[in-house]
């Protein structure tokens, strides 16, 4: 018997179906589940190896991280630890880089990082982001994920929104080209500031993207719409342009910057 027979053969369980697909076919598929199409969360240096150029990214920003600055308690040890588990530190990657030869200001969530939610951090570095993009006249891409703002960081993580937003307002003025993706889940502050605020919106098919959770909402209301808060609803509703499965989403986002050069 080989080695490689003597190995299990590693699988992964759908979140959605409950199908039991092998990790290595999971993985070639981009995490989408082959029995009903499910898009699986990706960490940040997955999408940003999905969508650009090989070699071409230049991070900035590396440097910026959240403090506990209302004394919120468990909030040190749960940034340690996801600073730990991700890599990162903070909840974004953001820099330049080429997407089809086209520099690109580009910046992307990770939701592993307290929940997906949006500090302080994420702010500056949206707002910065925008700001790179404006100086340099590029494009920019910005993909969100997110678990609302974070409660740990209170006003602080809410004043974020109008912060991207004027940086948004301010690079729309100039005429430049932003396109936002929207990933599973993004929820709250993001959703009500610079994800809703891109010139072409583009979704993952089967996102949920909403404002307040379903939970939330369900506690208002009796019965909510089955495709409530998903993509292919808010694309009937106007408020996305487009879904666009992961697999096509770089030649999606290379044809745009062509169109927009
Ligand atoms: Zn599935």
């Known amino acids: ?5 003597d190995e299990p053969i590693k699988t992964v369980v759908c979140r959605n179906c409950n ?26 240096h997955e999408r940003l190896e999905l969508l650009i150029d090989a070699g071409s990214f230049e991070e900035h920003d590396a440097d910026l991280y ?14 340690a630890r996801d600073i730990a588990k991700t890599g990162l530190r903070s909840e974004m990657l953001s820099g330049i ?18 929940g997906g939610t949006c500090g302080s951090v994420i702010g500056e570095k949206v707002t910065r982001c925008i700001e790179r993009a404006l100086e340099n006249r590029v494009p920019l891409v910005l993909v969100s994920v997110s678990g609302g703002m974070r409660m ?13 937003a004027a940086a948004c307002a301010a690079y729309a003025k100039e005429g430049v080209f932003y396109i936002s993706v929207v990933t599973d889940p993004t929820f709250g502050g993001a959703t009500a500031s610079y994800t809703s605020l891109g010139d072409v919106i583009i979704a993952e098919p089967g996102a949920r993207i909403g404002f307040a959770g379903p939970l939330a909402v369900a506690s208002l209301r009796e019965e909510l719409p089955e495709d409530f808060q998903k993509a292919e609803s808010l694309l009937a509703h106007g408020f996305i342009d487009a879904i666009v499965h992961r697999a096509e989403m770089r030649r999606m986002l290379m044809e745009l910057l062509e169109f927009a050069r």
């Open 66 to 79: 959240s403090i506990d600055s209302l004394e919120f308690p468990e909030y040190p040890q749960k940034l």
């Open 19 to 44: 199908a039991a697909i092998d990790e290595e076919t999971f993985v070639t598929h981009l995490k989408v589940c082959d029995s009903c199409g499910h898009h699986h969360y990706l960490t940040a």
């Open 97 to 114: 880089a080429n997407i089809g030869g086209h520099p690109t200001a580009i910046a992307i969530g990770d939701v592993r990082f307290i």
């Open 152 to 164: 740990q960081e209170g006003t602080l993580a809410l004043m974020q929104m109008a912060k991207t």
């Open 1 to 5: 018997m080989t080695k490689e027979m």
